[in-house]
């Protein structure tokens, strides 16, 4: 699912979201030749993030090219960067881990830091590759109309016309500038990213490997894994997106569960259980209230300057809680304020979007995927149908937009790419060693979501870490220790850690 960085997660900044491409080698897609390209890793410089990654210092980077569309093997070729960060061990294992990033179209490199600090790189030799399309790759299917959009929409009502307009201009353009670039939308799928991981072990002389990938990366290792499991030694999934399950009413039931889940560990904790008796009640009534009348805020950013016009009404107050802004143990006690006339709390969390990283995203990876995988065959009346399900009394202009994916069946009307539901919804049945790893408060791909997929891999182990939401590993240490013991021993890791594991004392506040 689109993705929010575990900065977004742990200390609630905005989501990670140059329009200059990085020094990649080589020149845009490269132009149709007269037979097909085989893939070929070429090394060159690493890219240079804007904040600057300490571990490319030392890495080996480069470009992997491959075909754009393999339907048409003698059509132009793109490249995809590669970094290869070395084990810190002295014996580092002969199998090294490549990493699939959330998303789809998230920039992989500033997932870096997380993975380093939790250990992915100590025994192992780490491959981060950007997926197609995305941040460092060529061609990048930023749409910087889209990030304008974003910053200016904090002003505006969550499911306003006026917002769905603004943002079917910005996705029309978007779209326009990337085909007048001879960008071939249809290829930007789970399917050629899959192929491309494929073709990059291969390039790479890499005998076999460990896959770990989290979110939209569960979707796409579950894919890999499913078609192309040659090479693969074992495979750990954080915070998971059934390839066989996720549509967009799906949005709805993930949410319900985590947002439940979070209100439940209140109710467990006596002090907060005293402190905020009635949970549900208590959003159903600010959902309520903010959408029939939208408070309009002046907010002066945390760090100062000038007060940025906010907009918070019940569709907005809903999405900043899937975006984890406030924090889950904060989120009882802002709650609580707002109630009580105090709306600092989600007001400085929905201006923070008013400040966006301009061309960081590829929204357009994002719109290929999800309107070639998860819309189809569903509509808009089935989101509102998910969504009164999950929440009966809520007003029906939240419910009809899938959580952080607003308008996307308009959306997707503009974006206008081939229906590969049936390609994509298939089960993966697997064999290979595969841990499983949720967390109990994620509100982005609900936790039980995964008993299914477990049940298709023989020879897994699931992981249930309680009090943490999406992306478990950087906010666990007992994860990074399961999944360290994991790549040890894929058939018999330790999960002992978990044992006894409870949700943080939730924030409370005096009355």
């Given at each position: 699912m689109p993705k929010h960085s575990v900065h977004a997660v742990a200390a609630a900044a905005a989501l990670a979201c140059l329009a200059a491409l990085g020094p990649v080698p080589g020149s845009a897609a490269t132009p149709a030749t007269a037979g097909p390209a085989a893939p070929r890793f070429t090394p060159g410089a690493c890219p240079k993030p804007p904040k600057p990654v300490e571990a490319l210092s030392t890495a080996g980077c480069g470009v992997l090219?491959?075909?754009?569309?393999?339907?048409?093997?003698?059509?132009?070729?793109?490249?995809?960067?590669?970094?290869?960060?070395?084990?810190?061990?002295?014996?580092?294992?002969?199998?090294?881990?490549?990493?699939?990033?959330?998303?789809?179209?998230?920039?992989?490199?500033?997932d870096i830091p997380f993975l380093i600090d939790s250990g992915l790189?100590?025994?192992?030799?780490?491959?981060?590759?950007?997926?197609?399309?995305?941040?460092?790759?060529?061609?990048n299917l930023a749409c910087p109309e889209v990030d304008r959009f974003n910053a200016r929409a904090v002003g505006l009502g969550y499911d306003s016309q006026q917002a769905e307009r603004i943002l079917l201009k910005a996705v029309t353009d978007c779209r326009a500038r990337l085909v007048a670039d001879g960008v071939d939308l249809n290829a930007y799928n789970s399917t050629e990213n899959a192929a491309d991981f494929?073709?990059?072990?291969?390039?790479?002389?890499?005998?076999?490997?460990?896959?770990?990938?989290?979110?939209?990366?569960?979707?796409?290792?579950?894919?890999?894994?499913?078609?192309?499991?040659?090479?693969?030694?074992?495979?750990?999934?954080?915070?998971?997106?059934?390839?066989?399950?996720?549509?967009?009413?799906?949005?709805?039931?993930?949410?319900?569960?985590?947002i439940h889940n979070i209100f439940e560990a209140c109710a467990a904790q006596s002090a907060c259980k005293d402190r905020y008796p009635d949970l549900p009640g208590m959003l159903t009534e600010q959902v309520r209230k903010l959408e029939a009348r939208?408070?309009?805020?002046?907010?002066?950013?945390?760090?100062?300057?000038?007060?940025?016009?906010?907009?918070?009404?019940?569709?907005?107050?809903?999405?900043?809680?899937?975006?984890?802004?406030?924090?889950?143990?904060?989120?009882?006690?802002?709650?609580?304020?707002?109630?009580?006339?105090?709306?600092?709390?989600?007001?400085?969390?929905?201006?923070?979007?008013?400040?966006?990283?301009?061309?960081?995203?590829?929204?357009?990876?994002?719109?290929?995927?999800?309107?070639?995988?998860?819309?189809?065959?569903?509509?808009?009346?089935?989101?509102?149908?998910?969504?009164?399900?999950?929440?009966?009394?809520?007003?029906?202009?939240?419910?009809?937009?899938?959580?952080?994916?607003?308008f996307q069946y308009p959306v997707c009307g503009v974006w206008d790419v081939a229906d590969r539901a049936g390609i994509q919804r298939v089960a993966t049945v697997s064999s290979v060693p595969a841990?499983?790893?949720?967390?109990?408060?994620?509100?982005?791909?609900?936790?039980?979501?995964?008993?299914?997929?477990?049940?298709n891999l023989s020879r897994s182990t699931s992981v249930l870490i309680p009090g943490?939401?999406?992306?478990?590993?950087?906010?666990?240490?007992?994860?990074?220790?399961?999944?360290?013991?994991f790549f040890a021993r894929p058939t018999a890791p330790d999960t002992s850690c978990v044992d006894g594991l409870a949700p943080a004392p939730f924030t409370i506040v005096p009355k």
């Open positions: 090219e491959v075909p754009e569309n393999r339907s048409h093997p003698a059509g132009r070729t793109i490249e995809l960067a590669v970094a290869r960060i070395p084990a810190t061990s002295d014996k580092p294992a002969a199998d090294p881990v490549v990493f699939m990033a959330g998303g789809p179209g998230a920039d992989t490199f500033d790189n100590k025994d192992r030799e780490l491959i981060v590759m950007a997926q197609r399309g995305n941040l460092y790759d060529r061609p494929a073709d990059l072990r291969t390039a790479l002389g890499i005998p076999q490997w460990n896959v770990y990938g989290y979110s939209y990366g569960t979707n796409l290792a579950l894919t890999y894994l499913r078609l192309h499991p040659e090479g693969i030694r074992s495979v750990a999934i954080d915070s998971v997106a059934p390839s066989q399950f996720v549509t967009l009413p799906w949005t709805w039931g993930s949410t319900a569960e985590g939208p408070l309009t805020l002046d907010v002066t950013p945390r760090g100062g300057g000038k007060p940025i016009r906010t907009v918070l009404d019940g569709g907005a107050l809903l999405n900043l809680i899937v975006a984890f802004t406030p924090r889950p143990k904060d989120i009882p006690a802002a709650l609580d304020e707002l109630g009580r006339g105090n709306p600092e709390r989600f007001a400085q969390a929905r201006a923070a979007g008013s400040v966006q990283k301009v061309g960081e995203f590829a929204h357009g990876l994002t719109n290929s995927i999800a309107c070639a995988e998860w819309a189809p065959g569903h509509s808009e009346s089935d989101v509102l149908k998910a969504g009164r399900k999950a929440y009966p009394q809520w007003p029906d202009s939240v419910l009809a937009q899938a959580p952080q994916l607003p841990l499983v790893v949720s967390g109990t408060f994620d509100v982005k791909t609900g936790a039980s979501w995964a008993k299914d997929v477990a049940g943490i939401g999406h992306w478990v590993v950087p906010q666990s240490p007992c994860a990074q220790r399961v999944l360290a013991s």
